[in-house]
């Protein structure tokens, strides 16, 4: 599964670009609502999907996603929600790649080779399980590798030189930088560290860096785009959708169209030809 996200990175590059990676929590505020708007995110322009899993206890996500995954709870979402909706979608589009992020509680629970099988029965191609640190994903690396799924690791800023091998060793398909310390949402970090950050990490890797955590407008998505080989937004989308909700937290008419727009806006900057 890890052609789809080598064919993407590799597309890109030949047409001078970076990628566009777009975030939303799945099931919010409902399964069918949040379908509608997964199938048209590679429309918009995303080139790869990252579908949140949602989690009780998201200790990294700062509020605007915490609270969409607990609209999602409350709207019955389970982790064969989940994957069900990465099958569903893969009934219109097997070229965008999926890859599925969230904590390693719900999916411990299943089972790492169960977890494994069905995920790749979904046509998922990868995951980011953001708090199971590269000493404890050893068991959940062997299941991906058996089925050819891309466990993706995250850097940050507190990443250093002696840190770095341990995580990106093993990493399949992308690192994901975080270019800021802290939880999802917070401010973007500065520029020529993020770009810098970018060289460090795909140098010792061999892999492309994507850059995520902050970035909110078309313009921080066109700065970041210049050195990273894609731009990650996640609490701008799920924000768009909560700005969507009634009073009761249930879709409107404008639930799917509103994030759907602004993936536009933040794609075509991101997709601008690098200076």
């Known amino acids: 599964m890890t052609k789809r996200i080598d064919s993407t990175f590799s597309r890109l590059r030949s047409e001078n670009k970076a990628g566009f990676v777009a975030y939303f929590m799945g099931g919010d505020p409902d399964y069918d609502t949040s379908l509608e708007i997964m199938k048209g995110l590679p429309k918009a322009g995303a080139d790869i999907i990252e579908l949140g899993m949602p989690f009780t206890d998201p200790a990294a996500d700062g509020p605007v996603i915490e609270l969409a995954g607990l609209r999602s709870l409350k709207s019955k979402t389970t982790l064969k929600s989940i994957l069900k909706m990465a099958t569903e979608f893969r009934k219109e589009n097997n070229e965008t790649p999926i890859i599925v992020m969230g904590y390693a509680n719900p999916v411990h629970h299943m089972g790492y080779a169960e977890f494994a099988a069905a995920a790749k029965q979904a046509g998922i191609d990868g995951a980011i399980i953001v708090d199971l640190p590269p000493e404890e994903d050893a068991d959940l ?24 091998p341990v995580v990106v060793k093993g990493t399949k398909g992308f690192v994901y930088y975080v ?32 850059v ?48 759907l727009a602004l993936v536009r806006s933040l794609s075509a900057a991101a997709h601008e030809p690098r200076i």
């Open 212 to 259: 995520g955590f902050g970035i909110k407008t078309p313009e921080q998505a066109r700065s970041v785009a210049q050195d990273a080989d894609a731009a990650v937004v996640g609490s701008a989308i799920v924000d768009a959708i909560a700005k969507t909700l009634d009073e009761n937290g249930q879709a409107t008419s404008t639930t799917i169209s509103a994030p």
């Open 179 to 210: 270019s800021v310390a802290g939880i999802t949402g917070k401010a973007l970090g500065a520029s020529e560290a993020v770009a810098n950050a970018v060289e460090r990490i795909r140098t010792a890797s061999g892999l492309p860096v994507v």
């Open 141 to 164: 690396r062997a299941a991906f590798d058996d089925h050819d799924l891309a466990l993706i690791r995250l850097a940050t800023p507190t990443t250093d030189d002696a840190r770095l």
